[in-house]
């Protein structure tokens, strides 16, 4: 029977020290190494290793917003002049700079316990829209093309939007109201510039259009 590296890791900090103690710890695993086995050695590693990982992690996140927004610039969204292609590597330099800009000066004034809920609530929310878009968009376009069909929908998108509305219910109430005022300048600027320049709306409000 195959374990996963997961629970067999967590049972094995939990033996070397108390689950109390290891909750009170920004690095559990090391804290277990250095205080419960007394290898110092071996924690310094894995916080170097944990340093590496996050590096990679910050990195892969950064290129995907980066395209994101960009395909956003592209689409009318937002300004097209943000979505300029550095002729010398074909990336969206721009927006990687000010986007990496403004990355590093919210690590620097902004708690990472608040970064990481307001991140947890911001993928909560947009697994709960693509679960109701799944179900809303198998009844308004049936014959779309799909590579890929949710089976028993809609009740696994509904399974889906109960567990997302589950865990971020356990969320501060300062989280909310963050995510709130987010959302409400998001619809600011779309209603301000966005939805007069969206590309895919004039297409769709095209005569031709079907």
Known sequence: ????????????????????????????LA??????????????????????AITSVIL??????????????????????????????GTPAK??????????????FVPLSSIV?????????AFILV????????????????PFRVPFSPVFPLIGVAFCVYLAQDLPGVTWIRFVVWMAVGLVV???YGYRNSRLRERASSPGAK
Not at 37 to 46: E, F, N, Q, T
Not at 63 to 75: H, L, N, S, V
Request: charged share 15%; net charge negative.
């Open 1 to 28: 029977m195959e374990i996963t590296s997961e629970p067999t890791i967590a049972i094995g900090a939990i033996g070397l020290l108390p689950a109390e103690q290891l909750g009170e710890s920004d690095a559990p």
């Open 31 to 52: 804290t277990a190494l250095q205080d419960g086995a007394g290898l110092d050695w071996a924690a310094a590693v894995l916080a170097f290793g944990a340093l590496v």
């Open 60 to 89: 892969v996140i950064l290129y995907g917003q980066t395209r994101i927004i960009f395909a956003m610039c592209r689409d009318g969204l937002m300004p097209k002049g943000l979505a300029d292609v550095s002729p010398r590597f």
């Open 95 to 108: 927006l990687t700079l000010i986007l990496g800009g403004l990355i590093a000066v919210l690590s620097a």
């Open 117 to 125: 809920e307001l991140v947890n609530i911001g993928t909560l929310f």
């Open 131 to 146: 679960n109701i878009g799944v179900i809303i968009l198998r009844r308004t376009k049936p014959d779309m093309d799909r």
């Open 190 to 192: 779309y209603g301000a």
